[in-house]
């Protein structure tokens, strides 16, 4: 979904959200072309740090916002998109306890990358026009979602 066609008043909030999505996809990408096998812990260390603050955001306040204000409409995108959740998060805790010389280990970031990009195509191309479709008003949600996320920023630095 092209910001540009955002209104104004969804802007804000999905901004957040699409900004987190280019940022990790950008990290996969990254991963892919990246041959020693230190820089490439670092970047897995750095998308899984990502996604974790990113799904966090979207359980604590994204999705039960939606759930409240756009109704049973809504309700089979973000239950899907909390089992994605699942899988990912099941999938960071493996690679955070493993090192780039382990086992499976870019094998594990690899279908990481393919459910996440899978949940950003779902969220883009579902979740977010049908938002703007129903003018879900989401400027509520500005300054909660921002300081959620700049708390959640500060825990995975301490």
Same mark, same amino acid.
């Given at each position: 979904m092209n910001k540009a066609e955002i209104p104004a008043a969804q802007r804000a909030v999905l901004s957040? *959200?699409? %900004? %987190?999505h280019r940022e990790v996809k950008k990290l996969f990408k990254t991963f892919q072309q990246e041959k020693d096998k230190a820089t490439g812990e670092q970047i897995v260390r750095e998308a899984c740090e990502k996604l974790t @603050?990113?799904?966090?955001?979207e359980e604590e306040v994204f999705y039960p916002f @939606?759930? %409240?204000n756009g109704g049973e409409a809504f309700k089979d995108l973000v239950d899907e #998109? @909390? @089992?994605?959740h699942a !899988? #990912?998060? %099941? *999938?960071?805790?493996q690679l955070n306890g493993m090192h780039a010389g382990d086992d499976l280990f870019a094998a594990k970031f690899t279908v990481l990358a393919e459910y996440v990009s899978h949940h950003v195509e779902e969220e883009e191309t579902e979740?977010?026009?049908k938002l703007v479709r129903q003018h879900i008003d989401l400027t509520p949600l500005q300054e909660p979602? !921002? #300081?959620?996320k700049e708390a959640l920023l500060a825990e995975t630095a301490s």
């Open positions: 957040m *959200l699409l %900004d %987190d @603050v990113h799904t966090q955001l @939606v759930r %409240d #998109a @909390v @089992v994605e !899988t #990912a998060k %099941d *999938l960071i805790k979740l977010f026009p979602m !921002t #300081a959620r």
